[in-house]
T-cell receptor, first 114, second 110 residues
């Protein structure tokens, strides 16, 4: 158990809908990262937050947004969903997010768009 | 996108055999990590290598970072069924972001 929790574990929704994925980092970790894992694209970095502020952006679509709240939990919002958004979404956390930091991954949310 | 290519993509071996997985890029990374991921779970960090030429051993696993910090290898001695999983390398770039490799799916047959 990494100490990172994600909910829900599975999510099935229709095209055009909007969903919210939730992540709670390990106790004491200030950085949260979101990743998307699909069969054809592998594990892709989406976005990083540090202590409530956006720190880095990767391959995140404009239809996707995220935020980190004062209690350090984070939410990833996916809107106008398309079939291609079906994937595993992972959240990871680290203590600082700088230097040679170590990331701890949650169990993931499997999103299926039908 | 800074591409990290892993080879082989799939590997199926008998218990007790040795194997090596490679992670190659044209980009320089300040550090490189290896993860193992089991079905339905998140990746679990195995090791971080920081210095070019660095070698780290973790029981039967040996990790090496290339001298130019562009490539890495993972060698497993006497593989066991418990080693089965998806192995991912991840390079940390100067923008402080990790880029993950394409993955190597290992199956160790008892």
């Amino acid at each position: 158990d990494s100490g990172v929790t994600q909910t829900p574990k599975h999510l099935i929704t229709a095209t055009g809908q909007r969903v919210t994925l939730r992540c709670s980092p390990r106790s004491g970790d200030l950085s949260v990262y979101w990743y998307q894992q699909s069969l054809d694209q592998g594990l892709q970095f989406l976005i990083q937050y540090y202590n409530g502020e956006e720190r880095a952006k990767g391959n995140i679509l404009e239809r996707f947004s995220a935020q980190q709240f004062p209690d350090l939990h984070s939410e990833l919002n996916l809107s106008s969903l398309e079939l291609g958004d079906s994937a595993l979404y992972f959240c990871a956390s680290s203590a600082s997010g700088t230097g040679h930091y170590e990331q701890y991954f949650g169990p993931g949310t499997r999103l299926t768009v039908t | 996108t800074q591409l990290l290519e892993q080879s082989p993509q799939f590997l199926s071996i008998q218990e007790g055999e040795n194997l090596t997985v490679y992670c190659n890029s044209s980009s320089v990374f300040s550090s490189l990590q290896w993860y193992r991921q089991e079905p339905g779970e998140g990746p679990v960090l195995l090791v971080t290598v920081v210095t070019g030429g660095e070698v780290k051993k973790l029981k039967r696993l040996t990790f090496q970072f290339g001298d130019a910090r562009k490539d890495s290898s993972l060698h497993i001695t006497a593989a066991q069924p418990g080693d089965t999983g998806l192995y991912l390398c991840a390079g940390l770039n100067t923008g402080n972001q990790f880029y993950f490799g394409t993955g190597t799916s290992l199956t160790v047959i008892p």
